[in-house]
């Protein structure tokens, strides 16, 4: 069964840290992108941030820039998203996604790109 898991969401303060880790099960990650995406309560999902298969190109969000950087370490089959300089409004729900179709391109943030497997998300809460 193919799967993505996500962790290592959790609450944090203001300006800090934390790294989310998005593992794969059932299936190499070595040939897809990987693509984060968020949800905050009463919003639409919005694009995060995207690797490409071989790590070569990233693609953020303008609300990111600077403050995320997104990995992936195919020998432990996993992509993380290191957070830092976290503000309030990065609460969300962060899911991890893949689909063979989308590459990390110039529409990576578009939701309705193929996005044939996503994880069950983890809460990220950003408050003092």
Same mark, same amino acid.
């Given at each position: 069964?193919?799967?993505?898991?996500?962790?290592?969401? +959790?609450?944090?303060?203001? %300006?800090? *840290?934390?790294?989310? $880790?998005?593992?794969? !099960?059932?299936?190499?990650? @070595?040939?897809?992108?990987?693509?984060?995406?968020?949800?905050?309560? +009463?919003?639409?999902?919005? %694009?995060? *941030?995207?690797?490409? $298969?071989?790590?070569? !190109?990233?693609?953020?969000? @303008?609300?990111?820039?600077?403050?995320?950087?997104?990995?992936?370490?195919?020998?432990?089959?996993?992509?993380?998203?290191?957070?830092? $300089?976290?503000?309030?409004?990065?609460?969300?729900?962060?899911?991890?996604?893949?689909?063979?179709?989308?590459?990390?391109?110039?529409?990576?943030?578009?939701?309705?790109?193929?996005?044939?497997?996503?994880?069950?998300?983890?809460?990220?809460?950003?408050?003092?």
């Amino acid at each position: 069964q193919l799967q993505l898991v996500e962790s290592g969401g +959790g609450l944090v303060q203001p %300006g800090g *840290s934390l790294r989310l $880790s998005c593992a794969a !099960s059932g299936f190499t990650l @070595d040939y897809y992108s990987i693509h984060w995406f968020r949800q905050a309560p +009463g919003k639409e999902r919005e %694009g995060v *941030s995207c690797i490409s $298969s071989n790590g070569g !190109s990233t693609n953020y969000a @303008d609300s990111v820039k600077g403050r995320f950087t997104i990995s992936r370490d195919n020998a432990r089959n996993t992509v993380y998203l290191q957070m830092n $300089s976290l503000k309030p409004e990065d609460t969300a729900i962060y899911y991890c996604t893949t689909d063979p179709r989308t590459r990390c391109g110039s529409s990576w943030y578009d939701i309705n790109y193929p996005r044939r497997y996503w994880g069950q998300g983890t809460q990220v809460t950003v408050s003092s």
